[in-house]
């Protein structure tokens, strides 16, 4: 495995004193995973000089966004999600509040704009929405109805 420090510095300097920071971490499949959290190298370089760098990694969010810059404004409420999305890309569902991720957010164009849902709600929205059009259809030999926008 080629050292982190190597690809930044001279390949004559001569390593006085590194320091790695590691984290071990899981990913999705549940297969270990090193994570490198911050760095630092101390090299003496071909031409006697003492050169120092330290790295720090960035991090990133569910959504993309950097989680050293951004604000983060929550974790979704779905089963077994444990995204964590920033303030900008982070949403509430319209009719019960869940909160939720990009990935299980559900959009909905209104006349009124764009509305935020998650699966469950939006799939009862739909499923009353048809309901009400079969409704109508069946009382409108009956009931004559106004539209509400001539009025």
């Known amino acids: 495995m080629p ?51 330290t790295i720090t990694p960035d991090r990133f969010l ?12 929550g974790r979704c409420g779905e089963k077994d999600c444990h995204n964590v999305s920033c303030v900008k ?3 509430r569902c319209c009719s019960c509040f869940k909160p939720l991720c990009l990935e299980h957010l559900q959009h909905l164009k209104t006349e009124t704009g764009v509305t935020h849902w998650c699966k469950q709600c939006l799939t009862e929205f739909i499923r009353l929405q ?6 109508k259809g069946l009382v409108s030999p009956f009931v004559e109805f106004e539209d509400k926008k001539s009025s």
């Open 3 to 53: 050292n982190i420090f190597d690809s930044l510095f001279n390949l004559a300097s001569k390593p006085i004193r590194r320091n790695l920071q590691i984290r071990l971490t899981q990913d999705a499949q549940g297969n270990q995973t090193i994570e490198a959290v911050a760095g630092e190298a101390i090299q003496l370089s071909s031409d006697s000089s003492i050169d120092q760098i």
């Open 89 to 91: 890309c982070f949403s």
């Open 130 to 135: 048809l309901l009400r059009k079969i409704g």
């Open 62 to 73: 569910h959504c993309g966004c950097s989680a050293n810059t951004n604000v983060i404004g």
